[in-house]
């Protein structure tokens, strides 16, 4: 199985409003970037979309080591929140409905095809790839304002 490295950032100006993701996939010395945004949309959204997206491209199953500095995504897949909201019928544990349930039946499948071990980074501290792709996002949710 394949080792490919991803990470990935959201951004959004307001909450609700313009928003974007920026990816950077990297395997065997090749990197791709992707990105994308939304006129009106959440930043937990754009890091929810960002990580879709980054899997979505990959052609086969592989073996992920994803980084990313939301943690909503992160501690929603790592400490099992999102598996327990949908064997509510989305419903947290406070009773409340969950949000972003449209992406996360999108995602839930992809971590089912690949081996993705999340890795959390703090945002805006230095990080490479995190700040280029703090980059593409906002470069994407200015294109979209």
Known sequence: MKTVEIFTDGACSGNPGPGGYGVILR????????????HETTN?????TGVIKALSALKEPCRVILTTDSKY????????WVYGWRERGWVKSDKKPALNVDLW???LPLLERHDVTFNWVKG?????EN???DALAVEQRDIHA
């Open 27 to 38: 395997f065997n010395g090749h990197v791709k970037e992707l990105s994308g945004g939304e």
């Open 44 to 48: 937990n959204r754009m890091e929810l």
């Open 73 to 80: 995504v992160v501690d929603s897949v790592t400490k099992g």
């Open 105 to 107: 039946e999108q995602l």
């Open 124 to 128: 805006h501290a230095g990080h490479p």
């Open 131 to 133: 700040e280029r792709c």
